[in-house]
């Protein structure tokens, strides 16, 4: 089966504009979750979706971070307007019906660098 | 959210196996134990999980404690592949992973 798809693999946007990244989870996932990592930590949850509606999104940094899954398929990440301390990889993962005994799927993620 | 805590880094030598531990002591009665690994400027991928059990899968196997506040994963003959990041994850209800800093792994020749 297809991997999950994630683009762009780099942005690097200057500090107080925006980006938009797009996630295309495996067909048939029920389950979306954005994800960021900082260099040398773990990945942080930032919002969980199941099918289109937001399960979790205590993570969100809602005052500039944005995100939306139209359709309950592919879903996009927005920043508006980027700070510096948001450079980090921006990791989306799927799983087929969430709950804790459905692996996730990670894509290969979008490296952020805001200057 | 249940608690881990994980060597920061292991070295193996390559074809000789690995014993990855993990203590989560807070973990709750229904959660998973789930084991990922990240390789450089890649995306994290599932190695393993597990609830009471031990499991195999062709990757790896995992010994969970009876108590269950600590997992063991083993990689039977490390490869210089294998070199990697791997996170112990008690999963949520909701699975929703929460990463912690994992185990860096070095396989030497």
């Known amino acids: 089966e297809a991997g999950v798809a994630q683009s762009p693999r780099y942005k690097i946007i200057e500090k107080r504009q925006s980006v938009a990244f797009w996630c295309n989870p495996i067909s048939g996932h029920a389950t979306l979750y954005w994800y960021q990592q900082i260099l040398g930590q773990g990945p942080k949850l930032l919002i969980q979706?199941?099918?289109?509606?937001?399960?979790?999104d205590s993570q969100l940094p809602k005052d500039r971070f944005s995100a939306e899954r139209l359709k309950g398929v592919d879903s996009t990440l927005k920043i508006q307007p980027a700070k510096l301390e948001d450079s980090a990889v921006y990791l989306c993962?799927?799983?087929?019906?969430?709950?804790?005994?459905?692996?996730?799927?990670f894509g290969n993620g979008t490296r952020l660098t805001v200057t | 959210d249940a608690k881990t805590t994980q060597p920061n880094s292991m070295e193996s030598n390559e074809e000789e196996p690995v014993h990855l531990p993990c203590n989560h002591s807070t973990i709750s009665g229904t959660d998973y134990i789930h084991w990922y690994r990240q390789l450089p400027s890649q995306g994290p991928e599932y190695v393993i999980h597990?609830?009471?059990s031990n499991v195999n899968n062709r990757m790896a196997s995992l010994a969970i404690a009876e108590d269950r506040k600590s997992s063991t994963l083993i990689l039977h003959r490390a490869t210089l592949r294998d070199a990697a990041v791997y996170y112990c994850?008690?999963?949520?209800?909701?699975?929703?992973?929460?990463f912690g800093k994992g185990t860096k792994l070095s396989v030497k020749p």
């Open positions: 597990g609830l009471t």
């Open positions: 979706f199941q099918n289109n509606g937001v399960v979790d």
């Open positions: 993962a799927s799983s087929s019906i969430g709950g804790n005994n459905s692996p996730l799927h």
């Open positions: 994850i008690p999963g949520g209800s909701q699975g929703n992973l929460i």
